[in-house]
């Protein structure tokens, strides 16, 4: 990628210019936790974007996308917003820094990825933290790492139209090769716990199902609903409560006459959910792997049964990662679809993910996708 990228560069724009590079993301355990103001516990991982950038001197932007191999060029106004989704990325964070005083001056860009579009991997967010990140070099701006995250989550909000939350943003401009981070909503407070499988013996491996269930966001809009009403009903009793990732378990319990029983059966997975994300970090403090898989299937089941967010491919996925003696695994992302998250052995890997595309594509009729990741470093410069 990086010898494509800077041959490209060198016939569109000449010689110059530096590298710059950014990672997707996965996020082990603390799904559905962000919205009520629990734990997330991403990583970055080894696919990202790359891209050579120069100053050109000029108050424009020309950028070569080699996956769409296509150029596009915009000015740094905000009426100059340009047509093609991927270049409203980049104006987007443009735009982004200018709006919190930044310098953003022209410049020249060829970029490339490797991570998947739309597997829940955040492709997104490692395009715009690559360019903050890189904007923010260039430029001499000064902006913190956690303003460089907000940047690309405004971004999406602002102009790609979705609403999305910090987590992205937030692991592909934090993440750490062999950590997690496992980052409070609430508060934004944020520690690095040690994330090793390969050292330990495990691989991490995604599998795609490639589906999408058309429920997603009308099941989303309806899963916040419960949530609030729950948390609504216990704060009535312990007004400490902002969030729901504020109750005790027994307060839910207290309330539970009072609510519609589905409302109960969602907040019992959120709640059970942000203690397993603080269970996960204390196992892997002491290298427990195997605790920390455990709590994969405990979330996976809570996802399926509780919060109702699974579908029929990922239960089959996960059903067989069990029966074969995977460590951990558990739907991955806000559900209806996408991929599993596998924490395997490594002598176990080969056959598991044989069987798994094998027995999948029986029943599916098409196969699903591997993707194996190494946690790995985000937002940087490349030497
Ligand atoms: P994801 O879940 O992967 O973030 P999104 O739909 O949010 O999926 O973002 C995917 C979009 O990000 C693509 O449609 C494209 O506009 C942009 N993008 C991601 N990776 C690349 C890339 N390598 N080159 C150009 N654009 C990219
Ligand atoms: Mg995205």
């Given at each position: 990628m990086k010898s494509k990228i800077q041959n490209k560069f060198k016939t569109l724009f000449g010689e110059g210019g530096n590298l710059f590079a950014s990672a997707g993301r996965i996020n082990l355990i603390g799904e559905h936790t962000d919205y009520n103001g629990g734990y997330v516990f991403p990583g970055a991982i080894d696919k990202g974007i790359m891209a050579q950038i120069k100053l050109n001197g000029l108050n424009k932007v020309r950028a070569f996308s080699l996956d769409y191999n296509e150029m596009v060029e915009f000015g740094?106004?905000?009426?100059?917003?340009?047509?093609q989704q991927w270049a409203c990325y980049i104006f987007g964070v443009c735009r982004e820094t200018i709006k919190r005083g930044g310098k953003v001056a022209g410049f020249d860009t060829v970029f490339a990825g490797d991570v998947p579009l739309?597997?829940?991997?955040?492709s997104s967010a490692a395009l715009e933290s690559c360019f903050a990140f890189a904007i923010n070099e260039l430029n001499g701006n000064n902006i913190d790492k956690f303003e460089l995250a907000k940047i690309g989550q405004s971004t999406e909000h602002n102009y790609c139209g979705v609403m999305c939350g910090i987590m992205d943003q937030f692991a592909s401009c934090f993440g750490k090769q062999g950590c997690l981070i496992r980052l409070n909503c609430k508060t934004l407070e944020y520690k690095y716990f040690p994330f090793d499988p390969e050292a330990a013996g495990y691989k991490l491996v995604l599998i795609d199902s490639c589906v999408k269930h058309e429920l997603a966001s009308s099941a989303y809009n309806k899963r916040r609903a419960s949530c609030e009403n729950a948390a609504a009903a216990i704060r009535k009793y312990h007004p400490e409560v902002e969030f729901l990732s504020d109750a005790k378990r027994v307060w839910l319990e207290e309330v539970r006459a009072e609510i519609p029983e589905e409302d109960f059966l969602r907040a019992e997975y959120v709640i059970g959910e942000v203690q397993r994300v603080l269970d996960v970090c204390d196992a892997l403090e002491r290298g427990d792997y195997e605790t920390a898989g455990e709590m994969m299937y405990q979330t996976h089941f809570g996802m399926s049964r509780?919060?109702?967010?699974?579908?029929e491919e990922l239960d089959f996925l996960n059903k067989l990662a069990r029966k074969m003696d995977v460590t951990g695994s558990r739907v991955m992302g806000?559900?209806?679809?996408g991929c599993t998250i596998n924490l395997v052995k490594k002598e176990l890997y080969e056959p598991f993910i044989a069987t798994a595309v094998e027995k999948f594509g029986e029943k599916f009729g098409h196969k699903p996708k591997v993707i194996d990741v190494v946690i790995s470093d985000g937002a940087r410069k490349v030497e």
């Open positions: 740094l106004n905000e009426e100059d917003k340009p047509k739309g597997a829940g991997l955040s509780l919060y109702e967010v699974s579908c806000g559900g209806f679809g």
